[in-house]
């Protein structure tokens, strides 16, 4: 079984349907060997699945190894400058397809295992699916890096390795219970520790100012707490494998692993105190997605990596280049939000109290390297310290705050600001009880702002970030978000990547605008009916996962309608499953009629405090419950919610929609990137002018995207006049009948005041506009019914919409970002 005749080496590897570079399935098979024999120590003969797993990706990792090692060395030769991506999340997923994908090595390895009977797709099924994010604000993170090492930008990722990464959701009778992910169980085969990397963080102490040699003041902070940052760095390979950067993240170790004092005296617990409470830093991901934690570990979180990172960066920036003036000119940090944004401070520390430079040398070259991204507009979301806390925990950070806040207001008032704008603009929010502004905070220590989608960035002009965009106009800029199509496309939806290659060429792997080129075969018979069998293969294989994890049958035939993304108000679960329960009652009323079978399809997690999006997930199961076994809707209908989603289950999910739910209340999705996925998987969006949906339908065209619903200026309207959900209600009698039915327990009849709280919220206050583009959005789902009825036309726009996404690539949003932030060349791929 093991020693295969080479001969079955030579057959050609039809499972896959990419171009392999280097493929030599016996050479590679020999490594994986040497691999199993040496790395993991297991003969062949009685090795498991986890140790071929774990022997392929070293054999895989040597290889990048390689072309690591080529890319750092020429980055390096080159003196050019390097981009470094802070963010407080990687939401990476899993690495070994990609990584093959990249490599060329995909069929390789494919054929390689198979000459020693293991199949890839079950091997590669258990690696761990790296969490180390919450939604769409890790995942872009994650997208950047493989787009940076694709188009030719030499960047580090710095965040932190979490040894828990986003909590587990388990589905126990409809309710989410969350239970730890331990990621790293099985051990990490992409990680090299760099236990010599490291580097001291303080928290606490003093500040003692001195006179320096010309009788200015110098300052010295004496932390009264230290804890190391060791870094681990996971090599991240770009398309084709032709660049390699590095994502390195920080481990937190206490400088005193153990107190001997304490331990001697019999205090076996308390000896071990100081170490656990310094480790604590990187032990577990903040679960909340779009609300901000607030707790004093989560700053510590910030600054413990932030400043790691810093001082590393500036480590290299001076043995390289010696001189620390220059450091604009080699390095662009990219703040992933404002959770890295005390980097502002932090660097300004290290330029002053450190390198001993004048304060406006060290403001001018700190804005010149630093610039920010913001996600959300979310007032709720915005990230502000009590200033007692930092003044605690950063004492010379918070003097530094406030002498940057002392000379940004002198401008502004320069500028001829008045009163008002002083207090918006201000770094320190007088009117919450003190607070520092991490927002603000992070605008004027950067050159550029910007926002993730265009209709962000000119939301962001007119609230959050207003009167600060009339000091600093000019620093706000839009940076329309992107997907990387080696994860998204190819290695999701290899079917789909093969017809493609088959029908167009292979210009579209190194340039996803190249997808035009699919155009002229969107009304062709003969490629509708290919393109069609690749979707219903798609289906048929989420179908399994549906079966095998929900023990619930659903034909691959039905219309897949499907919302999966953080469970959110915002996001409108809620609109989908109230709409869903119209559509049950009007099959239950009048069953004569041609109704399209559709399967709902539901995944997210709940942030574990967030009650009431808890109850909503609680809601759908009530609801699946009830539709799943009504024999009077004859399977016309079925409502699935998948546990745990993951960017696993999302690879699976995504290429087998139909239908994409992008129904957030417009104003309130920063850009979403989901959205992006399914279009260019050829699903249809049901979609708000929300985010980048508005360029999604001028890309894909108006007649290709199904938008309903109030724009962001009409929902902005309705809530300065008043929301009147009552009149509402009143106006739709069938929202009125399912609002009826659930607020009285029909869905819950144990129970009947489960979703009482629910229905109460939507009628009386309804922030969220449910109940206003509730109409137009069910009448939108009739259209979607009657277009299903033509498949023709269906399939045309389904053709046109993944012809039409290339320019949602994360390449171009990474061309964007280093021609106008960061100051950068990119490269031509292919
Ligand atoms: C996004 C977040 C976010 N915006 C706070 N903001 C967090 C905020 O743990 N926290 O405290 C975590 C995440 N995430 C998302 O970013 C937006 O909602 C999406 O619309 C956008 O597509 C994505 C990437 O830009």
């Known amino acids: 079984r093991l020693y295969a005749a080479d001969a079955a080496l030579a057959v050609a590897d039809e499972a896959s349907a990419l171009p392999e570079a280097t ?94 009977g293991v199949d890839l797709d079950v091997i590669a099924e258990l690696e761990a699916d790296a969490a180390l994010g919450n939604g769409g604000l890790g995942r872009l993170a ?22 828990n990464g986003l909590f587990r959701q388990n589905i126990i009778d409809g309710w989410q219970t969350e239970s730890p992910e331990n990621w790293l169980a099985y051990g990490n085969p992409w990680e090299f520790p760099r236990r010599e990397v490291a580097y001291e963080i303080g928290f606490g102490g003093a500040v003692e100012a001195s006179e320096g040699w010309d009788g200015s003041a110098v300052h010295a902070w004496k932390p009264a707490e230290t804890v190391l940052a060791v870094a681990h760095d996971t090599p991240v390979v770009g398309w084709r494998g032709l660049r390699v950067n590095t994502l390195r993240l920080w481990s937190a170790r206490s400088p005193d692993p153990i107190s001997l004092d304490a331990f001697n005296a019999g205090d076996h617990i308390g000896a071990l105190t100081a170490r656990t409470k310094a480790e604590s830093i990187s032990r577990v991901l903040y679960p909340a997605d779009s609300t901000p934690a607030g707790q004093e570990l989560r700053l510590r979180q910030e600054y413990f990596f932030t400043s790691a990172s810093l001082q590393d960066l500036v480590r290299r920036h001076l043995k390289q280049h010696r001189e620390i003036r220059t450091l604009a000119q080699k390095a662009a940090v990219q703040l992933n939000d ?26 001018a070259l700190t804005r010149d ?91 962001m002009k007119e609230t959050v970030f207003r009167d600060l965009n009339t000091v600093f106009p000019g620093r706000i800029t839009n940076k329309t978000n992107g997907i990387t199509p080696r994860r998204w496309l190819m290695t999701a939806n290899p079917g789909l990547a093969g017809l493609l290659r088959e029908t167009i060429g292979e210009g579209f792997l190194d340039d996803a605008e190249k997808l035009v080129a699919l155009e002229p075969f969107a009304r062709d018979p003969g490629f509708q009916e290919r393109f ?100 009077a809707v004859r399977n016309l209908l079925k409502v699935a919610f998948l546990p745990n989603y993951n960017v696993s289950l999302a690879e699976v999910i995504i290429p087998a929609a139909d239908l994409s739910e992008q129904i957030s209340t417009a104003g309130m ?57 009552r009149a509402n209600i009143e106006a739709d009698p069938a929202l009125a009948e399912v609002l009826d039915a659930v607020g009285s327990g029909v869905f819950s009849p144990a129970d009947p005041q489960r979703h009482r709280g629910t229905v109460d919220n939507l009628t009386n206050s309804d922030w969220f506009l449910v109940t206003d583009d509730f109409t137009s959005y069910s009448a939108m789902q009739r259209r979607i019914d009657a277009l299903w009825g033509t498949p023709a036309a269906w399939r045309e726009k389904a053709i046109l919409n993944v012809a039409r996404m290339g320019w949602f690539s994360s390449d171009r949003t990474i061309r964007d970002y280093s021609d106008e932030i960061w100051g950068l060349p990119t490269v031509k791929v292919g």
Not at 149 to 156: D, E, K, M, N
Not at 347 to 354: A, P, V
Request: proline share 3%; with cysteine.
């Open 669 to 725: 999705e920063a850009s979403g990137t989901g959205n992006m996925k399914f279009a260019l998987n050829g699903a249809l969006t049901i979609g708000t002018l929300d985010g980048a949906n508005v360029e999604m339908r001028d890309h894909v065209g108006a007649d290709n995207i199904f938008i309903f619903g109030l724009t962001a200026a009409e929902v902005e309207a309705r809530r300065a006049k008043g929301l009147n959900p």
């Open 532 to 631: 069609a069998a690749v979707k219903h293969a798609n289906k048929a294989r989420l179908a399994k996962t549906i079966q095998q994890t929900l023990g619930l049958r659903v034909d691959p035939a039905a219309l897949f309608d499907v919302q999966v993304k953080r469970m959110h108000e915002y996001k409108r679960q809620l609109l989908n499953i109230l709409e869903t329960i119209a559509l049950y009652n009007a099959i239950r009323t009048h069953p004569e009629k041609d109704w399209v079978p559709r399967v709902k399809v539901f995944a997210g997690k709940a942030a574990a405090s967030y009650t009431s999006a808890k109850y909503i997930i609680k809601l759908i199961n009530d609801v699946a419950k009830m539709v799943n076994t009504d024999p």
């Open 142 to 163: 994650a997208c950047f890096m493989e787009s940076m090492a694709t188009v030719g930008v030499p960047a580090y990722g710095y965040g932190i390795r979490y040894e």
């Open 338 to 363: 404002t959770h890295p944004a005390i980097a502002v401070a932090e660097l300004m520390r290290i330029l002053i109290d450190i390198h001993a430079m004048s304060w406006a040398d060290a403001f």
């Open 369 to 459: 390297t630093i610039s920010y991204t913001n996600h959300t507009l979310l007032p709720e979301a915005l990230e502000s310290w009590p200033v007692p806390l930092l003044e605690r925990l950063l004492p010379r950070h918070m003097q530094i705050i406030y002498a940057i806040n002392a000379r940004v207001l002198t401008e502004a008032r320069a500028a001829g600001a008045t009163d008002a704008m002083i207090a918006a603009v201000s770094i320190i929010d007088e009117g919450h009880g003190r607070r520092v502004r991490m927002g603000n905070l992070a605008f004027v220590g950067s050159h550029k702002v910007n926002g993730v989608s265009a209709l962000h960035s000119e939301l």
């Open 23 to 116: 493929g030599d399935a016996r050479s590679f098979r020999d490594l994986i060997l040497a691999k199993l024999t040496y790395a993991v120590g297991k003969d062949p003969i009685v090795a498991r699945d986890h140790d071929w797993l774990r022997a392929l990706s070293l054999a895989l990792r040597d290889r990048i190894v390689d072309r690591w090692m080529a890319t750092t060395r020429g980055v390096y030769r080159m003196g050019g400058k390097r981009v470094y991506y802070f963010s407080l999340e990687f939401l990476i997923g899993r690495l070994l397809k990609d990584g093959l994908n990249n490599m060329g090595l995909l069929g390789t390895a494919r054929e390689a295992l198979a000459s020693v």
